[in-house]
């Protein structure tokens, strides 16, 4: 099992920058944020391998920077330039099987409980 907490939600206005946070209790593969705003379908926003190896969904490309730090098991999200659109709760999800697939087309088997973030215009 392992266990993810995040942290760094919060509100802000259009334009505004966040940095959310991900311990995890344990060693990792993939992680990835997902995002679920109300009345919408769950998104995966940005994913890092252990390597390094990084994907993003488009609408955050150039904005958003996922990192991770394997000696402490932590992984973040920098998210710059903020829009309305980008409001949602925001998951981390990490899963230990380790392949050569990208991160984004894992199906996570662990996850967090989730942070608001909210962008007002």
């Known amino acids: 099992q392992v266990q993810l907490v995040e942290s760094g939600g919060g509100s802000v206005q259009a334009g505004g920058s966040l940095r959310l946070s991900c311990a995890a209790s344990a060693y990792t593969w993939c992680m990835g944020w997902f995002r679920q705003a109300p009345g919408k379908e769950r998104e995966g926003v940005a994913h890092i391998r252990t390597d390094g190896r990084t994907t993003y969904v488009e609408s955050v490309k150039g904005r958003f920077t996922i990192s991770r730090d394997n000696a402490k098991f932590t992984l973040y999200l920098q998210m710059n330039s903020l829009k309305p659109d980008d409001t949602a709760m925001y998951y981390c999800?990490?899963?230990?099987?380790?392949?050569?697939?990208?991160?984004?087309?894992?199906?996570?088997?662990?996850w967090g409980q989730g942070t608001q973030v909210t962008v007002s215009s």
């Open positions: 999800a990490a899963d230990r099987s380790a392949s050569s697939s990208d991160c984004s087309q894992y199906r996570y088997t662990y």
